[in-house]
């Protein structure tokens, strides 16, 4: 698929729920349990969204469309969650995603992108040249992986429970393979 | 995590609004994009889990809860919904499979089954002697590994589109590479 707003926008549009709806009211084990050591948990991984929100997509959006490529955007800090989600439930990272979701989404309809403006290029700190309609494509893949992610930590707090089973799930990981 | 009731029913109970919020309304793109040749869409996907509701997890509960390992389970049909699932809209899908889904959870909830009737055992066609906590297991490892596949085949539909970010992003598949 081309990148294009009126497919991109409902997908972003629709993470805070397809969260609230997998993670919201379980019990502690599912949204706190990880993939081992330096693996993540569902809780985790939406404080990582909150972080994107707060200093990722739109900013970068904006830098770009103010400065082109003259200023690299700021490196994305992937690690902020452990110190920001500190103390807070998962109940009100969830609030919180909402809520600047839906900001942000409204700063993006104020733009009245163009087709056009897609094609405009900014500077990535790593990556160089990048297009808008990368940068916005990627906070929708972005949104989709972590989804994926959550769902996979998920399944793998039964990789044992399941039994001979786990000879047909493959995302739970091969008995005693390391595999991420 | 050891299988429990108190911790299972929680994540079934929540697929079909999980689905509905990721799907529902959703340009057609996104529904029925694949990953390539003989690979599924989000909407084959859902026809999947229909099947499932109908032929395997709650029949198979009744099958070993009544007849122990003496009666093999049925083999399930892993692509039955191709031809179950044609002329239907996503929307009868998604109605359908969380009418199914809530009324194998009162069956379930209806069985009263005690922590000792976990450890009761049956007979899979190919895997052999397993026991009812890991058949349950599975219902829902089985849930949050389509949940997971769903979100990766819609993210692949980006895996162009997001240019030089596909180097962060390893769901959508190093390119030209042919992982699943």
Excluded: C
């Excluded at 969204?49 to 200023?71: C, F, K, N, P, Q």
């Excluded at 990272?93 to 087709?115: P, V």
């Amino acid at each position: 698929m081309n990148f294009s707003l009126e497919d991109a926008v409902p997908v972003l549009s629709r993470t805070p729920l397809v969260l609230r709806s997998l993670l919201e009211g379980l019990p502690e084990s599912w949204i706190r349990g990880t993939e081992g050591p330096d693996t993540w948990s569902p809780f985790d991984i939406v404080g990582h969204l909150i972080h994107g929100e707060r200093t990722d997509w739109m900013v970068r959006t904006e830098v770009l469309l103010a400065d082109g490529e003259s200023r690299p955007f700021t490196p994305f800090d992937r690690v902020a969650m452990f110190e920001a989600s500190r103390g807070k439930t998962l109940h009100q990272l969830l609030d919180l995603f909402a809520e600047l979701r839906a900001a942000n989404l409204l700063r993006l309809a104020s733009l009245n992108l163009t087709t056009e403006d897609l094609d405009r290029r900014g500077r990535h700190p790593e990556l160089g040249r990048v297009t808008l309609g990368e940068l916005l494509a990627t906070w929708v893949a972005h949104d989709l992986s972590h989804i994926a992610q959550i769902a996979r930590v998920m399944g793998r707090q039964y990789q044992d429970a399941v039994g001979p089973w786990r000879a047909y799930l493959p995302m739970l990981g091969v008995r005693g393979g390391s595999e991420s």
